[in-house]
């Protein structure tokens, strides 16, 4: 892949790499992105951790591939090796009643609390804790509806990388908010830091956690099968 095809709106140095033939709407061609190193981090790098965004959904919710398979991992991008996991989050709407509780949202929760733990490994009081933020990078494994997208921006990560996109999320049956996270980057000039977006990152194995739900004869992510029309933990 040559260069994104966009950079630098007004004062933010905002990336956003799509594969070209995503940047036409079909989000499913994903081989360009597999050679590219984007800031420094290689796609295998990118791939480990778009994967522990998928793995969230059994660590966090003990349930492999939930209904809702939203799943978040927030790592701080070391120069040496494959980084740190800062924190997960999963869709916990059903768990908690909260509406609002998207994996984005749960991770981002997460890790305050994890950042301001006084007994965990940062010890962070509040204005560090915010501060960190724009240290970090947070995977999720589908695109960020505006809610979320609009909360990556306030926290001000410094990388926000996703794997299915809005558009096969509507094409296969999902209600979404039809915004998509470009637009949220593009509008969110104002605040004070950048946040470079890489889009379709391992769609091959994020996109099944999607398809299937309105599709009886679509297959269940790996590790479940299809049992009475859902899809269950094979055991
Ligand atoms: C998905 O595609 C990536 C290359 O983009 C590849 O490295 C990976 O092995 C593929 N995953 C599976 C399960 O085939
Ligand atoms: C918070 O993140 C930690 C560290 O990754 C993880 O062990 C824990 O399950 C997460 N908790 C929730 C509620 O997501
Ligand atoms: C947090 O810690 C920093 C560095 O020690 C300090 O400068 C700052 O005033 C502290 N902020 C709060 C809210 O305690
Ligand atoms: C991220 O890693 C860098 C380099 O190791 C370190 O200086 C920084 O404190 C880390 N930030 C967080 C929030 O863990
Ligand atoms: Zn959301």
Known sequence: MRGPPWTDFITLAI????TPASAHG???DILANSASTINGIPFSTRAYWMRKANEALGDVLDDPCPFAAFGTAIVNHTDEGLGELVCIGANANRLTGNPTMHGEIAAITNCTAVLTDPRGRYKMNTTQALDAFTQLSLYTNAESCPMCASAIRWAGFKEYIYGTSIDTLVETGWGQIRVDSVEIVRQSFDLGHS????????VNETDPYFLWQYNPHQECPHGCKRSKGTCKRSK
């Open 26 to 28: 079909s989000s499913r």
């Open 195 to 202: 946040t470079r977006l890489i889009g379709n990152v391992l």
């Open 15 to 18: 990336a956003i790499v799509l």
